[in-house]
């Protein structure tokens, strides 16, 4: 007989209850109490017409435990006291270690550093500076001593720039200090990865030309220091953003094209956990961003999953992912990358899928071959836009109206783009070489920036 309700693994219900709690408590703020009342409701609701199954109602209460816990864990966060940094303002000395080599556009860099005194007082936290930019690059590791005014971050009329900077652990802004100084280094386990990252992006400007290097370094590497601005708000304009920095997708891809090739030499359950052994440290050299911290949980269950000739469906190690990072780090979900990479994947997993099959339902059109393809692409960057559009919405008060066409589009050339970086990573290792093949492997990420930058020439 039928079940009258589709069973949900118990599990990923109380991983989902737990993200739930964290998210409502962000964006309502409500006590907990009221968060406690609301679930107990609701978990009441839905178990009167299932009274009699005492292992629902047990799942259904600890679901509702789940989402109280949930919001404890957001607002014991939200409310932990400020340090000095936070509460700093007006002219003051400073000294913080480099968190990532700066961002550098035309005669300004914007530098990021993790504060270690105030004044002369230890402090902990960030701040961000705007300061000319140097004649000789400044890097992720040095450690600044400088003069400057702290103030609070600017209110920006379409984003929570504010909100953005604090989800960082940035507090405070400064422009132009007086007086600046390199005061040493700071070394630790991320040194050699970010050597390892300059290695590669200087190789793929050594193999291509400007700005295909600047799209290529990004795509692999999660390099975005050099992507030239016109060409980064023709990016913003289509919605392809996602595609040039190092996300979810980029760890789905690299990784199946190396089992892919690591099966041809191994047997492919070795090739996948040989792989993941290796991820934590592509993970490391494209700098744990959210999104990719993200993925790469996820990889880790489905290779896991697979191995063991399980079929447990996508979406399921999403809700996991999602939970463990906002268990370890709540204030997590209010940063603008990670929203977007999680409400994306769920268009690319639960909402693309339904598209498709309907599509190919109606045209009916098989499910192999060129056409399906087609409907494929369509639907996954359909699905994706469809529910990342509350966030951009939210986010940046910005549309766009090309993005479903652009994305369908660049796909394809996504992919070979990232085959392509990789290829011009190795090429740039032998100077011989690397020129003679420079026109071939330029063709994809310039045929990838012609098409973005005409479809941000349309209207809308």
Do not use: C
């Not at 005194?117 to 701040?127: M, T």
């Not at 379409?158 to 400064?174: H, M, N, Q, T």
């Not at 000739?309 to 999403?318: A, N």
């Not at 994706?384 to 090309?402: C, D, G, K």
């Amino acid at each position: 007989m039928t079940p009258p309700y589709p069973r949900v693994p118990a599990l990923p219900l109380l991983a989902g209850a737990f993200a739930t709690g964290v998210v409502g408590a962000s964006l309502f703020g409500w006590p907990w109490w009221t968060v406690a009342i609301g679930a107990a409701a609701v978990a009441g609701i839905g178990f009167v017409p299932v009274v009699r199954k005492r292992i629902r109602l047990g799942l259904l209460l600890a679901a509702a435990i789940f989402v109280i816990l949930g919001h404890a864990r957001f607002e014991a966060s939200n409310q932990a006291p400020s340090d000095l940094l936070a509460s700093a303002r007006g002219e003051h000395e400073i000294v913080g270690v480099i968190r990532d080599d700066p961002r550098v556009r035309g005669l300004y860099a914007r530098v990021d550093l993790d504060v270690e005194r105030v004044g002369g007082h230890q402090a902990d936290g960030g701040v961000r500076i705007t300061m000319p930019a140097p004649l000789n690059p400044l890097r992720a590791g040095d450690r600044l001593r400088m003069f400057v005014e702290l103030e609070d971050p600017p209110e920006l009329e379409d984003f929570d720039y504010a909100g953005y900077l604090a989800s960082r652990g940035i507090f405070a802004v400064g422009g132009f200090p007086e007086t600046w100084s390199i005061e040493g280094r700071h070394e630790d386990w991320r040194t050699p990865f970010r050597a390892t990252r300059r290695r590669l992006n200087a190789k793929i400007e050594r193999t291509l030309p400007a700005p295909e290097s600047a799209l290529a370094a990004g795509v692999l590497v999660g390099e975005r220091g050099t992507m030239p601005e016109d060409l980064t708000e023709a990016l913003r304009q289509t919605g392809t953003t996602h595609l040039v920095v190092v996300s979810g997708q980029n760890v789905a891809l690299l990784l199946g094209i190396a089992i892919s090739l690591l099966t041809l030499a191994v047997l492919r359950r070795r090739a996948a956990l040989t792989l993941l052994l290796a991820l934590p440290a592509y993970v490391a050299l494209v700098g744990a961003d959210p999104p990719v911290v993200r993925a790469a949980v996820m990889a880790v269950g489905i290779v896991i999953a697979s191995v063991m000739g399980r079929r447990t469906p996508g979406w399921i190690y999403l809700v996991y992912a999602v939970a463990v990072m906002l268990a370890l780090d709540p204030p997590l979900v209010r940063d603008v990358a990670f929203q977007l990479s999680a409400t994306a994947t769920v268009g690319v997993m639960v909402v693309a899928p339904s598209i498709s099959a309907f599509v190919l339902s109606r045209l009916h059109w098989p499910e192999v071959g060129v056409r399906a393809t087609v409907v494929q692409l369509a639907a996954t960057a359909t699905g994706a836009t469809l529910v990342v559009l509350p966030v951009q919405v939210a986010a940046f008060e910005r549309v766009s109206i090309v993005a479903i066409p652009a994305n369908v589009i660049v796909a394809p050339l996504y992919e070979a783009t990232v085959f392509v970086a990789a290829l011009a990573a190795l090429a740039g290792t032998n100077e011989v070489t690397a020129p003679a093949a420079r026109p071939l492997i330029t063709f994809v990420p310039s045929a990838f920036i012609w098409i973005v930058e005409v479809m941000a020439s349309l209207p809308g």
